[in-house]
């Protein structure tokens, strides 16, 4: 019994430390979208967040993984670039909730924090 603690409890921490690094390819993501123009930093960067969408879906909660997919959603239509940063700033959102449970940011902040397209 005290072996089998023992390897859930490497698991556990394993799937932490895959989970943190997912998060902070998807931040990366996120300044080199911060550094470019809207669409075209969408565009380059929709092959990096198609991937690190994968890994969220395997390690991240529930509300991380809805974040990506209304994501997915609304850049998949391609219609709205001020939509789909948002989307994308939901995402961040919802990592920074899953790391930092007692946040005070809500989107509005985070968009402050983007400032792309000005």
Same mark, same amino acid.
Do not use: C, W
């Given at each position: 019994?005290?072996?089998?603690?023992?390897?859930?409890?490497?698991?556990?921490?394993?799937?932490?430390?895959?989970?943190?690094?997912?998060?902070?390819?998807?931040?990366?993501?996120?300044?080199?979208?911060?550094?470019?123009?809207?669409?075209?930093?969408?565009?380059?960067?929709? !092959?990096?967040?198609?991937?690190?969408?994968?890994?969220?879906?395997?390690?991240?909660?529930?509300?991380?993984?809805?974040?990506?997919?209304?994501? !997915?959603?609304?850049?998949?239509?391609?219609?709205?670039? !001020?939509?789909?940063?948002?989307?994308?700033?939901g995402i961040?959102?919802?990592?920074?909730?899953?790391?930092?449970?007692?946040t005070a940011?809500?989107?509005?902040?985070?968009?402050?924090?983007?400032?792309?397209?000005?």
């Amino acid at each position: 019994m005290e072996n089998e603690e023992m390897v859930t409890g490497i698991i556990s921490r394993g799937d932490e430390t895959e989970k943190i690094k997912t998060y902070m390819e998807v931040v990366e993501i996120y300044i080199s979208i911060i550094t470019m123009k809207a669409q075209k930093g969408i565009t380059r960067l929709s !092959q990096r967040v198609a991937t690190a969408g994968l890994r969220l879906m395997s390690l991240a909660p529930d509300e991380v993984v809805h974040a990506f997919l209304r994501y !997915q959603a609304v850049a998949g239509a391609g219609t709205d670039p !001020q939509a789909t940063i948002e989307a994308f700033g939901g995402i961040i959102l919802s990592i920074r909730k899953d790391m930092v449970p007692e946040t005070a940011f809500d989107l509005e902040n985070v968009m402050d924090a983007m400032s792309i397209g000005a």
